[in-house]
């Protein structure tokens, strides 16, 4: 299982990237030019996000270097403890949709703490794997277009954060309880 | 919301460094938030400019939308406001099977592309469209088949089966991509529903309107 997980994540970007000029070939498109063409885009839309994540990157890293985070995460932790949850645990849903790399960092540390296949391994690898930093992906996908009303957007993502964090923590019970 | 919560996070900062009697942190972290959005930025370009230059080809080459025809039904299901044969959708459907299989560098400029593509038939520049919020939501609960970045760390800290949370993985990550399709479609119907309500409003009393 692990060998063939390895091959497929080792072999599908060098697949993609050989297949899709070979198959624009065949089809008379000038790959190179026209490849060019659509990565003059890239520059602009990249210095476009800018100023999204400069505002929320400021936001975030004020909260986190005040003790703010800390906080709350501590707090999180002694809360949720008698459902038979790790306390351990808990920090993580909030650390997640806010940092990508705060909860990847948070996720390390526990997995070596416990070590990886303890309860509270599985459950951090399963809730950091299960979605992605919501606030992150928020700024970057509307900054990119210049859209500042995401209407209810962060609403559902964040929705769908504390769903998959429950979801994960009960199918870690379910599977390795 | 995002207002309140920007704003939140800034205040509270505030406060607790204030109380700590660590408020000189404040300016540190501020400028070094700063820095670092910048310093994230400008690692996206090098991505974004080699995708969107391979995405370029598969459009001009036909292939996406050879792709958006195959899987046509369930993209339309999900963005019924997007036309059948708009750009659109082709990048949709890569941005989806690129998070699918954790291509993670691949997915975000293909959902980008897909955004700026939607944003071509959004009226309000500045306001999110339906479809821009489904998408949006597609990826913030971002369906993955193998989390390559977890099964690595496990490895590397002697795991004796790194890759048994695939499974638990793959279906806390559907439930949750559940959660946000349910979530995304009853905001959908809240707003219509909304506007619909507003628009009779105006047409009974056309003097509103001015």
């Not at chain 1, 070596?112 to 296949?117: K, Q, S, T, V």
């Not at chain 2, 593509?117 to 309000?124: F, I, R, S």
């Not at chain 2, 993985?169 to 309500?197: M, N």
């Amino acid at each position: 299982m692990l060998s063939w997980i390895n091959l497929v994540s080792a072999w599908s970007i060098p697949i993609i990237i050989a297949f899709i000029p070979l198959y624009a070939y065949t089809r008379k498109v000038p790959v190179y030019e026209s490849f060019v063409d659509g990565a003059k885009d890239g520059f602009s839309t990249a210095i476009g996000i800018i100023p999204h994540l400069v505002g929320m990157m400021v936001a975030i890293s004020v909260f986190r270097s005040s003790g703010a985070l800390e906080f709350f995460v501590g707090w999180t932790g002694s809360f949720l403890q008698t459902l038979g949850v790790p306390s351990e645990i808990l920090p993580l849903g909030i650390l997640r949709p806010l940092t990508g790399t705060g909860s990847l960092a948070y996720t390390t540390e526990l997995i070596r703490a416990y070590g990886p296949d303890s309860m509270i391994g599985r459950m951090a690898s399963t809730i950091q794997g299960s979605t992605d930093t919501t606030l992150y992906v928020l700024t970057v996908y509307f900054g990119a277009v210049g859209i500042r009303n995401g209407r209810y957007a962060l609403k559902v993502g964040l929705f769908s954060d504390l769903v998959g964090f429950i979801a994960a923590i009960a199918v870690c019970l379910l599977v390795f309880g | 919301m995002i207002n309140l919560i920007w704003m939140g996070m800034i205040l509270v900062g505030f406060c607790f460094a204030a109380f700590n009697g660590n408020i000189d942190s404040v300016t540190k972290a501020a400028f070094d938030g700063a820095q670092t959005g910048v310093t994230v930025s400008f690692g996206l370009i090098s991505i974004l400019v080699f995708w969107l230059g391979m995405m370029r080809l598969a459009e001009d080459a036909g292939l996406l939308a050879k792709v958006a025809k195959l899987l046509g039904p369930v993209v339309r299901f999900l963005f019924p406001d997007v036309p059948k044969n708009h750009p659109a959708m082709g990048y949709i459907l890569s941005n989806m099977s690129a998070n699918l299989f954790g291509l993670g560098n691949a997915a975000t400029p293909m959902g980008i592309k897909a955004m700026q593509e939607l944003q071509k038939l959004n009226p309000d520049k500045h306001t999110a469209s339906p479809a821009m919020c489904t998408l949006l939501a597609l990826n913030t609960a971002s369906i993955t088949i193998i989390p390559t970045t977890l099964i690595a760390i496990r490895l590397n800290y002697e795991s004796a089966n790194p890759s048994e949370i695939v499974g638990t993985t793959l279906l806390a990550t559907a439930i949750a991509t559940a959660a946000a399709i349910i979530a995304d479609r009853w905001y959908r119907k809240q707003t219509i529903r909304r506007q619909i309500r507003s628009d009779i409003r105006t047409d009974l009393n056309p003097d509103v309107k001015g």
